[in-house]
C-alpha cells in the first residue's frame, strides 16, 4: 500500500509541476501614488515606453475634482513619481492655459506624446485641441502644437492617441473638415514629410461606423496601433474604440480601420468588430482603452457594471476571439480568481515584449501591474493530456475564415493541418517549435469549396484531429 501511495503521489506532483509550466498572468501589485497627489489623482489612460517606463495619466474628463497630471513608474518601482501636474504650473483649465482635459497619451521609443482639449473657459463657444511632444521623458524638452500654438487640425476635440513607427499620430476627431464626425484623424510628426507641415493633419478617415456622435458624447476615445505595423500599407488594420450615447443607442464598440494609409488617411473605413458574446458592445462609460500587443492581439479595458475585466482577443477580419484575460477578483469568467481588485478599469497598456501589463483603474484609483511568467515548481518529463487540447474552431460553420486554437503543456515540435474528406492536406497551419501555453492561428478557406474539412494537431504528445464546416 505503501508504494501505491507513494507512486501516486510523485504522479500528482508530477502533472501539478508540469500545468505550473504553462507562462501565465500573474498579478504582480499595486503602483500606489505619493500621498501628496491621492486626493486628485484620477487614473484615466496609460502607456509604456521604448525602455519600459509606464505613463499615467490622471484626466479632468472624469472629475473636475482631478487635477491634469502625468506620472510614470520605472520597471522596479513599485511608487509612481509625479512626472508634471498641469494644475500646478498654471496650463490647466485657465484663460491662458493649453489644458482643459488630458484625453490621449501614447509613446514611440522614448517621446511621449500628450493631448487635450484646450480650456472651455479660453475658447468657447468653441472646442478646440492642443498637442504636446516631450523628448526622452524630459518635461522642459518639449514642443506645443494646437489651435493657439501652432499647426493645423486642431479646430475640434480630439480623444485618444496612438503613433505608428513612421511618427503619424492618429486620434479621435469629433468633428471633421465640414463633415459629421466621429472620424480617426492623422498627425504628420515626421521630419521627413515636407507636407503637410511638422504637427498639422494629414487627413482623416471616414466616418466611425456608429454613425453621426450625440452632442459629443458618444464619440471615439482611444487608438491602438500595430507598433511594428506598416502603415504605408492599405491592410495595416488600426483600431478605435467608442462609447455608446446610452445602454439602449448602441453606438459604441470597437472599430477596425483599413483601406488607407497613413498618408491617404480618407480611404479608410471603419467595421464594427464583432464578438460571440457581444463582450465589445458598449455603454456610455469611457474611455475602454486599449492596445496591440507584439502578437498582433487586441487588448481591451472593460469599464463599467458589466465589464470588470481587461481581455485580449485574436482577430480574424473584424471578428474578435476572446483569447486571454488578465487575473481580476471581479472576473466574469473566474469569479473565485487571485487577482487585481478591479472595479473599472479604463485603460491598459503593454511592454514591447509583451511580458508586463499595466491596467489604470478608474474606480479603485490604482494602477495594476501584471507579469506574463513561467511558475515555480519541479520539471517534468511527462506530459498531461488535461493540457494538451485542440479546441472546436469558431465559428463554426464559417465562411471564409474561422479561428483554430490549441494548447501545449511543454515546448514541443507542433503541425497543425488542414484536410478534406479524402485525407489530402489543403494547408499547413503551423510547422515549427513552439514554446508551453495557448496558441490560436486563423484559417481562410477562400480558395476552396463548401464541406467538411477536418484539421489535426500533431506534436511530441500525440495526435489529435476534428471537423469543421465550410459553407459558401
Do not use: C
Not at 164 to 177: E, L, N, P, Q, R
Request: glycine residues 10%; hydrophobic residues 35%; without cysteine.
Amino acid at each position: 500500500m505503501t508504494r501505491y501511495l507513494q507512486f501516486f503521489s510523485i504522479l500528482f506532483i508530477s502533472l501539478i509541476s508540469l500545468n505550473s509550466q504553462t507562462p501565465e498572468w500573474k498579478y504582480m501589485g499595486k503602483l500606489n501614488f505619493p500621498d501628496a497627489d491621492t486626493t486628485h489623482a484620477r487614473p484615466f489612460l496609460i502607456t509604456v515606453d521604448g525602455d519600459g517606463r509606464v505613463y499615467v495619466a490622471s484626466s479632468k474628463a472624469t472629475t473636475l475634482e482631478a487635477h491634469n497630471a502625468i506620472f510614470y513608474a520605472d520597471t522596479n518601482d513599485t511608487v509612481l513619481t509625479k512626472w508634471i501636474d498641469y494644475d500646478a504650473n498654471g496650463d490647466s483649465d485657465t484663460l491662458t492655459g493649453n489644458i482643459g482635459a488630458l484625453r490621449g497619451i501614447s509613446t514611440l521609443g522614448t517621446i511621449l506624446f500628450v493631448n487635450a482639449n484646450v480650456p472651455y473657459t479660453r475658447s468657447k463657444p468653441n472646442t478646440v485641441a492642443t498637442q504636446y511632444l516631450y523628448q526622452n521623458g524630459d518635461t522642459n524638452n518639449v514642443s506645443k502644437f494646437g489651435f493657439y500654438i501652432t499647426g493645423a487640425g486642431y479646430g475640434t476635440y480630439i480623444n485618444g492617441l496612438a503613433v505608428t513607427k513612421d511618427t503619424m499620430v492618429i486620434s479621435g476627431v469629433t468633428a471633421g473638415a465640414g463633415v459629421p464626425g466621429p472620424r480617426a484623424r492623422f498627425y504628420n510628426f515626421n521630419r521627413s514629410n515636407e507636407t503637410p507641415a511638422y504637427g498639422s493633419w494629414a487627413g482623416e478617415s471616414n466616418q466611425e461606423p456608429g454613425g453621426n456622435h450625440n452632442a459629443g458624447i458618444d464619440v471615439i476615445r482611444d487608438v491602438a496601433v500595430h507598433r511594428d505595423g506598416d502603415y504605408s500599407n492599405p491592410e495595416t488594420v488600426f483600431f478605435t474604440t467608442r462609447n455608446s450615447y446610452d445602454a439602449s443607442s448602441g453606438t459604441g464598440g470597437i472599430a477596425i480601420w483599413s483601406g488607407g494609409t497613413q498618408t491617404a488617411a480618407a480611404a479608410y473605413t471603419g467595421t464594427r468588430v464583432l464578438d460571440p458574446a457581444s463582450e465589445l458592445s458598449f455603454d456610455r462609460s469611457i474611455p475602454y482603452g486599449i492596445d496591440v500587443d507584439k502578437d498582433g492581439n487586441l487588448w481591451v479595458a472593460g469599464t463599467d457594471s458589466t465589464r470588470r475585466w481587461v481581455r485580449s482577443y485574436t482577430m480574424i477580419g473584424s471578428f474578435a476571439q476572446n483569447v486571454d484575460e488578465l487575473p481580476g477578483q471581479y472576473s466574469s469568467t473566474n469569479p473565485n480568481a487571485e487577482g487585481a481588485p478591479m472595479t473599472a478599469p479604463s485603460d491598459v497598456a503593454l511592454s514591447f515584449d509583451g511580458k508586463t501589463a499595466y491596467v489604470a483603474d478608474g474606480g479603485s484609483r490604482s494602477v495594476y501591474k501584471f507579469k506574463y511568467i513561467t511558475p515555480v515548481g519541479v520539471n517534468d518529463n511527462s506530459s498531461s493530456l488535461n493540457s494538451y487540447e485542440l479546441f472546436q474552431n469558431y465559428p463554426n460553420p464559417f465562411n471564409p475564415s474561422t479561428l483554430i486554437s490549441y494548447s501545449l503543456p511543454k515546448d514541443a515540435n507542433v503541425k497543425l493541418v488542414v484536410m478534406n474528406t479524402l485525407g489530402e492536406e489543403v494547408a499547413t497551419l503551423v510547422n515549427e517549435y513552439q514554446s508551453a501555453g495557448k496558441y490560436s492561428k486563423s484559417f481562410n478557406a477562400s480558395n476552396l469549396t463548401s464541406g467538411v474539412y477536418f484539421y489535426t494537431l500533431v506534436s511530441d504528445f500525440g495526435t489529435v484531429n476534428k471537423k469543421m464546416i465550410l459553407i459558401k
